[in-house]
């Protein structure tokens, strides 16, 4: 046998051409700050940094200064909350450029938009999300009059949510409700008369941007001469100077100070009709509409927020020493350190798909949402409690930020509708009626 073929045989000539025998001797990949990311367009990857850079630079220390702030403070002319919406605002972002992209793309950069920011702080990333929903159901449903009446850099804000009804508002079906119940009497109601249509009611202190907004989509009872309840509502957008609106006292809270939230009072306000961009006959797909946008939203918000506290941990860890060593070398920390990586990955793996998946389909499943945020929030706030562990005692301290991120998740699993709620309505749009 030729030398040339033993070397063959042997895999001599071979191994030079495997990519495998390019790895280092001992093999060991580092990720890199924005975690299993495959490779990104041009594009993508430059608004991912861009992002990433105005949230660490811009959103995170404003986010603490706002957090050491009343609530009064935060709404104020001189609040460090106008310079990030101005900042904010600077960036160019345009739902209706999102609009023009294709399905994957699209969802891609919402994606990217939405985990940066929560990357930066939840709470200014839940105003902002709050504040194009407005323009955004307007764009979905085509409404050329809405979408020109509020341009996207007026702040809005999403009123569904009131004072004796929370969760029952993202129930108009009576999916959940107890056999034999009834949610009872709206707090808002809008009338019908004519060409014009009158608001009385309120709206309750979780209404995001509520205390600042410029304008709202409002989803309320309608009633149309025969009396009004949730199975018969209507969506309005409508600006927020109007006579015989008012607003509540600025909403204190535990956490996501940096979303200024607060109720809002109707009395006999009137708009033409000009601004109703969903009917009764409407009102379910409305609610389905919105629903799935925002659950699929804090998905990505909260994927950011967690994926931010496990930086933040990572990094202790390799600082901190106790027993002569730092304690990522400590079985425990580490161990920690893989499952809380393992979360945040599987969330945000999730959330992407889900997006994908609604963007593309003609009609979003909304069961598809509920899980995203379900599994985010849930996640987000193990992670962060998580990153408190590892940073000890100091972990509880305002000197370092992991404290109020998972004071921030912890308000996430209740927004956008409870979890215990959302799953609950989420197993039963996964029965198959055909089946029963």
Request: with cysteine.
């Amino acid at each position: 046998m030729a030398t040339s073929e033993k070397q063959v045989m042997t895999g001599i000539e071979r191994k030079g051409d495997s990519p495998v025998y390019k790895w280092p001797a001992h093999p060991r990949a580092k990720v890199d700050e924005f975690g299993i990311e495959p490779p990104l367009g041009d594009i993508q990857r430059e608004f991912q940094q861009t992002l990433r850079k105005f949230a660490v630079e811009v959103m995170r220390p404003i986010g603490q200064k706002l957090d050491r702030m009343t609530a009064e403070e935060i709404i104020a002319e001189d609040s460090p909350f106008w310079e990030f919406r101005r900042k904010y605002l600077d960036l160019g972002i345009q739902l209706s450029d999102l609009a023009e992209m294709e399905p994957e793309e699209r969802s891609q950069m919402f994606c990217i938009l939405f985990e940066e920011l929560g990357y930066g702080d939840g709470g200014m990333a839940i105003s902002v999300a709050a504040g194009m929903l407005p323009q955004y159901l307007s764009m979905i449903f085509g409404n050329e009059f809405l979408m020109e009446r509020f341009p996207q850099d007026m702040l809005g804000c999403w009123a569904i949510t009131e004072p004796d009804h929370g969760s029952d508002t993202l129930d108009p079906n009576g999916m959940i409700r107890h056999p034999g119940a009834e949610y009872g009497r709206p707090n808002t109601v809008a009338k019908f008369q004519g060409d014009k249509i009158v608001i009385n009611g309120q709206k309750s202190a979780w209404v995001s941007n509520g205390t600042i907004a410029e304008c709202c989509i409002l989803y309320c009872a309608a009633d149309m001469g025969d009396g009004a309840d949730y199975s018969n509502g209507c969506v309005l957008v409508i600006p927020l100077d109007l006579p015989g609106i008012s607003r509540g006292k600025p909403l204190e809270k535990l956490g996501q100070r940096g979303d200024p939230q607060g109720e809002l009072f109707f009395n006999d306000v009137e708009v033409s009709t000009d601004y109703l961009l969903a009917g009764p006959e409407d009102f379910q797909r409305a609610v389905y509409s919105i629903h799935a946008e925002a659950n699929a939203l804090m998905g990505a918000i909260w994927t950011g927020a967690a994926r931010a506290a496990y930086h933040m941990a990572h990094a202790y860890a390799h600082e901190r020493k106790q027993g002569g060593v730092p304690i990522y070398r400590h079985q425990l920390v580490a161990y920690k350190l893989f499952h809380m990586f393992r979360q945040v990955e599987a969330s945000a793996a999730l959330t992407r798909r889900v997006v994908h998946y609604n963007q593309a389909a003609d009609l979003p499943a909304l069961q598809a949402a509920m899980i995203a945020k379900v599994t985010a929030t849930d996640m987000a706030f193990d992670v962060a409690s998580d990153a408190i562990q590892i940073f000890g005692g100091n972990g509880v301290t305002h000197e370092y930020p992991v404290e109020k991120i998972m004071r921030d998740c912890r308000s996430s699993m209740i927004e956008d509708g409870a979890n215990d709620v959302i799953a609950l309505k989420g197993g039963y749009y996964l029965m198959d009626e055909d089946l029963l």
